[in-house]
């Protein structure tokens, strides 16, 4: 597997407030990949066949890459990968053991909702920073054919047997409450982040009104994905 | 990460015994990989800190390389890798839910240990095989600083608190014990390795008395192991 490289340059001297904002952003991201490493891990043995399993495996592997590119990023701009992602590791802790999949559909809808959820939110988040930190997270969240996958496993469960669509439906509910209910435990925690969201980081772009516009898209893109799955949202 | 490339070129036309022994060697060689990937990230959540987290998790990424260079070889000398695989499934399994780690040193003395017995394992038969099997197999066998790791792990703990060195030298027997188990559980299941190793296959080298030997040089690096790890054979 050859990785890929994230950008090189690091913006010298960051206003201090937008410092601290992307150490948050790139500690959660960082965390955020190495959890997801284990969940997929071991998602990977709920799987029906050996194939599924090495495929799972692989996604995997791949999460694992993006963490180190993540961690080196931190390394670069002379922060400790350990402290800048200590913040997140309660709230990403408690949203895994509360949504450990039962089932290897389970585990699937919740990597590509849930996911699909933090990826969009990062990206969001990283338009309002400096564009080596927005263009690294661009490079660790593009998908890796791990959409393609899902939708066809799930959706082909669901064509065997439609009665499956109503618990994954719920299923997916239940992952989106304890996603948000973790969200707002670190943005009562995180100024950093929490700076950036409303506004107050000088020379971050975001304000109030901008700030509803994207949840209003983060919902849009969770509903077009749902739909994907076949699944009401 | 690089990946390293196994031999390319695939030796056409194997004896027919020869060629079972190689399917089965690498059928067995290929699953314990992907459960070596398995167990290490599931043991990474027992890691004290984040960093040594992220250290399992790289060395789980290194067997999952593994894995794909057995997996293509299987495809390339024509055989399905997951029917490869499928005979080994339930002596491996058993064997990992035998000896799930409860501590995160009970999990690197399980790596080092359990994996020094299964490497030095393939690595003789694969010496009784064709050039192109035996150097994959030393490639995928070879030490990618994980001994280091756990060494230095395993002797800070057992300096720090001496007690914790009869427990691991029982754990490490416990483990050596359910090899064995299950070892001969594969040996009264599959003609093609067995039929190696008791030297009936044409064209492969061994016999009974140089298995005898074999499984007295196994022995020794066993102990020559625990002695590294500072325990008691």
Redesign the interface.
Known sequence: ???PSGPAEVDAVLDPAHREAVVDLLGALA?GE?TA??RL??D??LAP???A??VL??F??TE??H??LV?RRLDAIGTD??AA??PF?AALDAFHERTAPQTWLEGLVKAYVGDGIARDFYREISAFLDPGTHELVTTVLKDDGHAEFVLREVRQAVDADPRIAGRLALWARRLVGEALSQAQRVAADRDGLTALLVGSVPGAGTDLAELVRMFGRLTEAHIRRMQLLGLSA
Chains 1, 2 share one sequence.
């Open positions: 597997m050859s990785e965390y190495l490493f284990s891990a071991s990977a043995d066949s050996l194939s399993k090495a495996a692989r995997a592997v694992f890459g963490f180190e961690r990968p350990d992602m200590e590791v």
